[in-house]
């Protein structure tokens, strides 16, 4: 039993990490600051237990805010990769698999079969928790840039078209949220704070 606390221990601990790993968007009231993975992280728990309702399938939140919270460990030896930086995705998939193969298998070999296999069930987004896990993942950057009038997606150039394509699987968990989302890149473009670029191919 020692062995196994240490082993939980070790790994709480590597996963203080994650409050060094710097994500593109910025904190509402800190805009000249980036938003790091641990604020992250808990900022979609919170979603998770508040806007559950809005999945078009039912959803067990507890294992929605299990998910949200591991996702992304993996970026402590893996890094962000900007949502919108086509070459740092091409070699995602390998670099994030080979983190969770370190950082998971930290932990006694129970837990480590179940997180793992959670955060393969996030990445795969097959089941309806996956899928609104990653819906509001998606979502919550959009909210950051909305507040800030846009402040990130200037800084690298995004226009509308590109949001609405990268956030289009919110569509996939919730009718409602991928509504409000196209109210919100819609009003955007509308009050001058993101280009709209071209119409995205149907």
Not at 19 to 47: C, G, Y
Not at 125 to 139: M, N, P, Q, S
Request: hydrophobic share 45%.
């Amino acid at each position: 039993m020692l062995d196994r606390l240490q082993n939980q221990i070790a790994f709480i601990l590597e996963i203080d990490k994650m409050k060094t790993i710097l994500r593109q968007n910025v904190p509402i009231t800190e805009p000249h600051r980036q938003e790091n993975d641990a604020e992250h992280s808990w900022h979609l728990a919170m979603m998770a237990l508040l806007l559950a309702e809005h999945a078009d399938e039912p959803v067990d939140v507890a294992r929605v805010v299990s998910m949200v919270l591991i996702h992304d460990v993996v970026e402590i030896d893996a890094g962000d990769t900007f949502i919108y930086d086509d070459k740092a995705q091409q070699d995602q998939v390998e670099r994030e698999n080979k983190a969770a193969d370190r950082l998971f298998g930290m932990l006694p070999a129970d837990q480590a079969s179940y997180y793992r296999a959670l955060w393969d069930e996030f990445e795969a987004r097959v089941t309806a928790d996956a899928r609104f896990a990653r819906a509001i993942d998606r979502l919550q950057p959009v909210l950051l840039n909305v507040a800030t009038k846009g402040l990130r997606w200037r800084v690298h150039g995004v226009t509308a078209d590109r949001v609405l394509a990268r956030n289009k699987v919110i569509g996939d968990s919730s009718e409602k949220l991928w509504d409000y989302l196209q109210g919100l890149v819609a009003r955007m473009v509308s009050e001058g704070y993101l280009p709209a670029g071209p119409t995205p191919a149907e």
